[in-house]
C-alpha cells in the first residue's frame, strides 16, 4: 500500500515562506515521477509544480520564481518550498506520485496566507 504523508502547512502572512513536505512509503521512491497539485475552496485541483525522475522541474506560471520543487530520493521525500506567498496561494496543496501508470495522492495540507 502506498502511502503519502504530507506536512508544513499552516497560516502565514502574506511575503512569507513554507516549505512542504511529502515523505512515501515505499521502496522505489526515485522511479516515481512526483508532484504538487493544490485545490482552493470551490475550485478544481490545479498542477503547482512536477519533478520526474531525472530532476526535470515544471511549474505552473502562477508560482515561478516563487515555488521550487525538489526531491531527497534517500529520505523518500519530495519538498515544495513556497517563497512570497500571495493569499492566492490559498489552497489545500496535496503530493502526487505516479510509477508505471498507477497514481496516488496524498491527504493534503492547507496552506492559508493572509493579507
Known amino acids: 500500500q502506498v502511502q503519502l504523508v504530507e506536512s508544513g502547512g499552516g497560516l502565514v502572512q502574506t511575503g512569507g515562506s513554507l516549505r512542504l513536505s511529502c515523505t512515501a512509503s515505499?521502496?522505489?521512491?526515485?522511479?516515481?515521477?512526483m508532484a504538487w497539485y493544490r485545490q482552493a475552496s470551490g475550485n478544481q485541483r490545479d498542477l503547482v509544480a512536477s519533478?520526474?525522475?531525472?530532476?526535470?522541474?515544471n511549474y505552473a506560471d502562477s508560482v515561478k520564481g516563487r515555488f521550487t520543487i525538489s526531491r531527497d530520493n534517500a529520505k523518500n521525500t519530495v519538498y515544495l518550498q513556497m517563497n512570497s506567498l500571495k493569499p492566492e496561494d490559498t489552497a489545500v496543496y496535496y503530493c502526487?506520485?505516479?510509477?508505471?501508470?498507477?497514481?496516488?495522492w496524498g491527504q493534503g495540507t492547507q496552506v492559508t496566507v493572509s493579507s
Open positions: 502526487w506520485g505516479r510509477h508505471f501508470g498507477m497514481a496516488y
Open positions: 515505499i521502496t522505489s521512491f526515485s522511479t516515481y515521477s
Open positions: 519533478i520526474g525522475i531525472g530532476g526535470t522541474t
